[in-house]
């Protein structure tokens, strides 16, 4: 049988197949013998609250092996010498749009207004601190938008 699940792990259940295997056998009650691959189908992380959760959801396969059409390797073609495409803004959109280019054979250039990731560290303490907001470097502007700390 196969089965599809939606489920809130702590991140170390969340942390390879074998731990995910094992927290479904536990919460849906079956052998863990029995599955013999959890594909996951999306994964994303709640970083809301002091707990983080890493939402799942995930195809399993009891007593059943999956289809070799559900591996889609990907390559990553050499594109410097190709034909670029301007994408506006390092968050995960924009570096989501820019892997996506180079599956497709186009150069991508990422344009980003605010600051480098590890140079945002200071701006925000700036907030907590001191209230002061840099209104190009905060906890949305600067690379990795705001995603980099979601
Ligand atoms: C405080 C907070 C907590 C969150 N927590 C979670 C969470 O726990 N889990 C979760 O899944 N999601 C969370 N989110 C939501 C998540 O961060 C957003 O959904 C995600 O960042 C959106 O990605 P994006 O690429 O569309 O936009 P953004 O992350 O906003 O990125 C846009 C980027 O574009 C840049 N930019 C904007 N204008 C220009 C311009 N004119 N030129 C060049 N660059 C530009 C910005 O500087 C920024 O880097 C949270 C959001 C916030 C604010």
Same mark, same amino acid.
């Given at each position: 049988?196969?089965?599809?699940?939606?489920?809130?792990?702590?991140?170390?259940?969340?942390?390879?197949?074998?731990?995910?295997?094992?927290?479904?056998?536990?919460?849906?009650?079956?052998?863990?013998?029995?599955?013999?691959?959890?594909?996951?189908?999306? =994964?994303? &992380?709640?970083?809301?609250? !002091?707990? /983080?959760? #890493?939402?799942?959801?995930? $195809? +399993?396969?009891?007593?059943? @092996?999956?289809?070799?059409?559900?591996?889609?390797?990907?390559?990553?073609?050499?594109?410097?010498?190709?034909?670029?495409?301007?994408?506006?803004?390092?968050?995960?959109?924009?570096?989501?749009?820019?892997? =996506?280019? &180079?599956?497709?054979?186009? !150069?991508? /250039?990422? #344009?980003?207004?605010?600051? $480098? +990731?590890?140079?945002?560290? @200071?701006?925000?303490?700036?907030?907590?601190?001191?209230?002061?907001?840099?209104?190009?470097?905060?906890?949305?502007?600067?690379?990795?938008?705001?995603?980099?700390?979601?």
């Amino acid at each position: 049988m196969i089965y599809e699940y939606q489920l809130r792990l702590l991140p170390q259940q969340a942390y390879t197949q074998d731990s995910i295997r094992e927290y479904v056998a536990h919460e849906k009650g079956l052998d863990v013998r029995t599955i013999n691959h959890v594909q996951v189908l999306k =994964r994303s &992380i709640d970083a809301r609250q !002091r707990t /983080i959760i #890493v939402n799942l959801s995930v $195809r +399993v396969f009891v007593n059943e @092996r999956p289809d070799k059409q559900d591996y889609q390797s990907i390559s990553y073609p050499d594109v410097s010498q190709s034909p670029a495409a301007i994408v506006v803004g390092a968050g995960p959109g924009g570096l989501f749009a820019a892997l =996506r280019l &180079i599956e497709q054979g186009v !150069r991508p /250039i990422v #344009v980003e207004r605010g600051k $480098r +990731v590890d140079e945002r560290h @200071r701006d925000l303490s700036l907030i907590t601190k001191e209230q002061q907001i840099n209104p190009e470097s905060n906890y949305c502007f600067g690379e990795g938008g705001a995603g980099a700390y979601s």
